[in-house]
């Protein structure tokens, strides 16, 4: 389980479904960077020509997508641009599909889980901590989902706040094991480059944008 909250306790991420992967790369015009043997490796990739800086840190790295390969029926990606662009990629790549968002920032903490279907929005969940009491503050909008009525088993980590790795119980609900993201985790991935002309209006503050 190690491997896994190093990944995802701070992260934003999309679970996509794998046929759509190449309507993905062709409608976005990413460019292949770099072909990893694990998601270590891709970490370590950078798409910048200059070193991080105090002032380039926010937008650092902005235009790189690790995609995972193949997990069961789905992929991952997950990247900055994921934040800004969330709206779009995720109305698009549900046509006719599914599409998760993920985020969780556990030194905050908080979570947050969307469900696209057919190009629209039908659940957003979002968890925080009200500090006075302590107590999670769940903000909840749209269509509530089957799984969210059972018991889902919720990854223990050391670091408490459980609740707040909700996400990962739902990708188990959905087929995928925690077995089977370490595995994932450790084959396989790619690392794509945003088009510039996009990374450019994201910089611009553009706060979503089709291609």
Avoid at 45 to 53: F, L
Avoid at 94 to 119: A, G, H
Avoid at 167 to 180: F, H, K, Q, R, S
Wanted: glycine share 2%.
């Amino acid at each position: 389980m190690e491997k896994i909250f190093d990944r995802f306790s701070c992260a934003s991420w999309l679970l996509i479904n794998q046929n759509k992967f190449d309507e993905f790369i062709k409608q976005y015009k990413l460019e292949l960077i770099a072909n990893c043997k694990n998601w270590e490796a891709s970490i370590n990739i950078s798409i910048e020509k200059d070193p991080v800086t105090a002032s380039t840190i926010l937008f650092y790295d902005l235009g790189k997508l690790i995609i995972s390969s193949p997990i069961n029926e789905y992929r991952i990606i997950e990247g900055k641009s994921i934040d800004y662009l969330y709206n779009d990629f995720c109305r698009y790549l549900s046509k006719n599909s599914e599409v998760y968002r993920f985020n969780i920032d556990i030194w905050i903490p908080t979570m947050l889980f969307e469900l696209y279907k057919n190009e629209q929005l039908v659940r957003h969940c979002e968890y925080d901590v009200d500090n006075d009491s302590e107590s999670i503050v769940i903000n909840a909008t749209g269509e509530k989902q089957k799984f969210e009525d059972e018991e889902l088993k919720l990854p223990e980590s050391e670091y408490g706040y459980n609740d707040f790795y909700y996400p990962i119980a739902i990708m188990n609900y959905l087929g995928i094991c925690n077995e089977d993201i370490i595995n994932n985790l450790n084959s396989q991935c790619f690392v794509y480059k945003l088009n510039d002309i996009l990374i450019a209006k994201i910089k611009n503050h553009a706060p979503q944008i089709t291609p």
